[in-house]
């Protein structure tokens, strides 16, 4: 079993929708949880933690549930600009990333 | 703002060579990374680096690999005897702290080994 897994994708959506992604890891004892964004060819940039209680920053909403060890993002009213390969990642002692999400935002 | 800086943007080698790949954290950060990147693959860690010794390594960093921080700016790792599955987008990744901390990714450096 892959130890952060997500849907590849891609998620092709118009200017304004609501997308949301769905991550699932393995390993219950994982302690820090992030979304990152990473674009073609670029290195990956933090986008949020995702903490316990679900977080909301603009836009974008980060729930975690520890018992089902899923952790989902919502992005509404999406924009040109957040067109990009979403990673979902989870740490233990280290940082395991999964394989990323494509979205593709369209006029 | 401070970021993390990568040198060689690209670094093309031939099997067997031995490379090193540099990076100069951001300047108050205590923990640092190195991660690879096989192109249209997921982000993998190597290693990880604090007090100047490695805290934790994957299992893909062998033998062959190993990390310095020569002096207190730059952090670098080494590939002793490149092979042609080397070939990947290297970043290196610094962070003030453990845990929840945000880790800063550096632009990367490709590595093409042929």
């Known amino acids: 079993r892959k130890e952060v897994e997500q849907d590849p994708g891609p998620f092709n959506v118009p200017e304004g929708a609501t997308v949301a992604f769905n991550c699932t890891y393995s390993?219950?004892?994982?302690?820090?949880f992030f979304w990152y964004r990473q674009d073609c060819r670029k290195e990956p940039k933090l986008l949020m933690s995702?903490?316990?209680s679900g977080n909301e920053d603009g836009r974008f909403t980060a729930q975690l549930n520890r018992a089902s060890q899923y952790i989902s993002l919502l992005i509404r009213d999406s924009k040109l600009s957040d067109s990009a390969t979403y990673l979902c990642?989870?740490?233990?002692?280290?940082?395991?990333f999964g394989a990323g999400t494509r979205l593709t935002v369209k006029p | 703002e401070p970021e993390v800086t990568q040198t060689p943007s690209h670094q093309v080698t031939q099997m067997g060579q031995e490379v090193i790949l540099r990076c100069v954290p951001i300047?108050?950060?205590?923990?640092f990374y190195w991660y690879r990147q096989i192109l249209g693959q997921k982000v993998e860690f190597l290693v990880s680096?604090?007090?100047?010794?490695?805290?934790?390594k994957s299992e893909i960093f062998d033998d062959q690999f190993s990390v310095e921080r020569p002096d207190g700016s730059n952090f670098t790792l080494k590939i002793r005897s490149t092979k042609l599955e080397d070939s990947a987008m290297y970043f290196c990744?610094?962070?003030?702290?453990?845990?929840?901390?945000?880790?800063?990714f550096g632009p990367g450096t490709r590595l093409t080994v042929t």
């Open positions: 995702v903490y316990s």
């Open positions: 390993n219950s004892a994982s302690q820090s």
């Open positions: 990642v989870v740490r233990f002692d280290d940082m395991r």
């Open positions: 300047s108050n950060h205590l923990y």
């Open positions: 680096f604090y007090n100047n010794e490695i805290s934790e």
């Open positions: 990744a610094s962070a003030p702290g453990q845990g929840a901390y945000e880790q800063y």
